[in-house]
């Protein structure tokens, strides 16, 4: 059981080029989000998929396009890297039962956009 | 505007000095406030979620508390692999769904 597993781990880019950041899960997760961490500020949503087949942006969207390929798996991709988008990128799923549910976090992605 | 704002930003102690991390938040509709450690290079460790006030959680050394307006995450006698960054979130209903609004989190730093 591997939990939240994201790759790469590390990746620099040029500004204008494009990435995908990918997530899967094993916990069954309904929900999958995409978070980005800045210094000196919390977490920050970029998108969120509430079940499979659905995406909504979340407070931070702009540059971002996400893909949730079947329960697993929850892609995040820049189409034209900008240098605004260096930051730490994680990945989060949680079960929603009840009203009551906890995200569980993978390792993330450092992104240096240059 | 809903808001979570951790105090102190950093803290250091000497092991064995107990002490307490605070996280007051200004929301509308709280569905929950969590806990998370996290260590350097690695993504966020769920430790405690807390629904209503006066309810009240612990692991280990630490112990976690809810009123109406704050949280607060003691340390008791804390040591050395206790180091890390301790974020708060919120949870609320935002726009149909269930959304967690992070603080910017404490590093704490504990010296042998």
Redesign the interface.
């Not at chain 1, 000196?40 to 949503?45: F, P, Q, V, Y």
């Not at chain 1, 009203?99 to 993330?108: D, E, I, S």
């Given at each position: 059981n591997a939990g939240?597993t994201q790759t790469p781990k590390f990746q620099v880019l040029k500004t204008g080029q494009s990435m995908t950041l990918q997530c899967a899960q094993d916990m069954n997760h309904n929900s999958m989000y995409w978070y980005r961490q800045d210094p000196?500020?919390?977490?920050?949503?970029i998108y969120?998929s509430?079940s499979e087949g659905t995406t909504?942006k979340?407070e931070v969207p702009n540059g971002y396009n996400v893909s949730r390929l079947n329960k697993r798996e929850f892609s995040l991709r820049l189409e034209s890297a900008a240098p605004s988008q260096t930051s730490v990128y994680?990945c989060a799923g949680s079960l929603?039962t009840s009203?009551?549910?906890?995200?569980?976090?993978?390792?993330?992605t450092r992104l240096t956009v240059l | 505007e809903d808001q979570v704002t951790q105090s102190p930003e950093a803290l250091r102690l000497q092991e064995g000095e107990s002490s307490s991390l605070n996280c007051s938040y200004t929301v509308s509709g709280l569905r929950g406030l969590f806990w998370y450690r996290q260590d350097p290079g690695k993504g966020p460790e769920f430790l405690f979620t807390l629904y209503s006030a006066g309810e009240e959680k612990e692991k280990e050394r630490l112990k976690a508390t809810l009123t109406k307006k704050e949280s607060f995450l003691h340390i008791t006698a804390p040591k050395p692999e206790d180091s890390a960054t301790y974020l708060c979130a919120v949870r609320i209903l935002s726009g149909g769904y269930n959304k967690l609004i992070f603080g910017a989190g404490t590093r704490l730093a504990v010296h042998p």
């Open positions: 939240v000196g500020m919390g977490l920050r949503l969120y509430a909504d979340g994680f929603e009203g009551r549910n906890t995200q569980y976090f993978g390792p993330g | -």
